[in-house]
Nanobody, 124 residues
């Protein structure tokens, strides 16, 4: 099994920045891509950004392009979404997910492992 632990969430003012972390442990060799999703209150879970563990390619949702940047540290088995220019609509529970497929997919059903989530609240 693979364990994913998110950290770095919290409250921030609009225009501010937060950096989340997702640390993977266990059978991490079975994970080929890591994605971040978020679920705003009363809404469905949506893709935010993802990174391929093998070649480092990334993908970002249109809603966060130019503001969020995802990166990885292979030695630490950790993925970091840097979130800048935060907006109130970024408020959500953010989840880290791992996929056995070697490509950055955007559908939650494509992912095999999930973290517990971390709350991000952006005040206007």
């Amino acid at each position: 099994q693979v364990q994913l632990v998110e950290s770095g969430g919290g409250s921030e003012q609009a225009g501010g920045s937060l950096r989340l972390s997702c640390a993977a442990s266990g059978r991490t060799f079975t994970v080929y891509a890591v994605g971040w999703f978020r679920q705003p209150p009363g809404k469905e879970r949506e893709f935010v950004a993802g990174v391929s563990w093998t070649d480092g390619s990334t993908k970002h949702a249109d809603s966060v392009k130019g503001r969020f940047t995802i990166s990885r540290d292979n030695a630490k088995n950790t993925v970091y979404p840097q979130m800048n220019s935060l907006k109130p609509e970024d408020t959500a529970v953010y989840y880290c997910a791992g996929a056995k497929f070697a490509g950055v997919l955007t559908g939650p059903r494509e992912y095999d492992y999930w973290g517990q989530g971390t709350q991000v609240t952006v005040a206007s």
